[in-house]
């Protein structure tokens, strides 16, 4: 399979109407956080059978897709990765953070490319992101702690989280939040310990992220105190 194959089934399944819906949805507009990203209006479902379909792509190929204007050619990419990945594909992913610049783009990938990678490793590169002038290093940080979480590994979500309570940004406080969610969701314990420690200064939607899915009661006792 060629790059130019991939880039011909990209095409077929290409819908204007969509793409319109999904620049407003990524915020590509003047001065929002995406802004000048351009898509062909391709959902996430389809993407991932291209890319199952053109998986035996090389690896520099699968890198030329990376650096793609287009949005859903950097996602096929990193779907791509995802599902070959080794050493020399983690130490890609590093090289081309500037490509992974949307929260989809992080959230598909970080995990399973960056987490699942480091899960047994030095950590230390996490520490690095999180302090990145970069958005989107800082959320591929505490993102790549959600493979350690679905194993019951919490002390690096936890450091992470900690550092980054006084992040300036929107996404960085939701990516918080989530993370935090899903520790409460396999240790209840875990992440109310860390709430009671910093839920009076950490931003208010990450808290709002962070209580979802506790009682209506909870969620109203964590929200007055705040």
Not at 11 to 24: C, F, G, N, Y
Not at 134 to 140: C, Q
Not at 170 to 179: P, R, T
Request: net charge positive.
């Amino acid at each position: 399979m060629t790059l130019n194959l991939l880039m011909a089934d990209i095409k077929k399944v290409a819908d204007p109407k969509k793409a319109k819906i999904l620049m407003r949805f990524f915020k590509t507009g003047k001065g929002e956080y995406g802004e000048g990203d351009v898509f062909w209006g391709i959902v996430v479902p389809k993407q991932r059978i291209i890319a199952k379909k053109h998986r035996a792509i090389s690896l520099e190929e699968c890198l030329s897709l990376l650096k793609s204007r287009i949005h859903e050619c950097r996602l096929t990419a990193l779907f791509i990765l995802i599902d070959k990945y080794k050493e020399r594909i983690f130490q890609e992913y590093l090289k081309n953070t500037e490509y992974i610049n949307n929260w989809d783009l992080v959230d598909l990938s970080a995990p399973n490319i960056i987490g699942d990678y480091l899960y047994d490793k030095d950590k230390s590169i996490l520490s690095k992101f999180v302090k990145s002038k970069s958005l989107w290093e800082r959320r591929i940080a505490i993102l790549a702690t959600f493979s350690f979480i679905r194993q019951n590994k919490f002390t690096d979500s936890l450091s992470l989280a900690e550092e980054l309570l006084n992040d300036k940004e929107d996404l960085i406080h939701k990516a918080v939040g989530w993370m935090l969610r899903e520790i409460g969701k396999r240790n209840l314990k875990v992440e109310e310990d860390f709430l009671r420690r910093y839920y009076r200064v950490m931003p208010r939607t990450m808290l709002r992220y962070a209580i979802e899915k506790f009682s209506e009661e909870k969620r109203k006792f964590y929200l007055k105190k705040s």
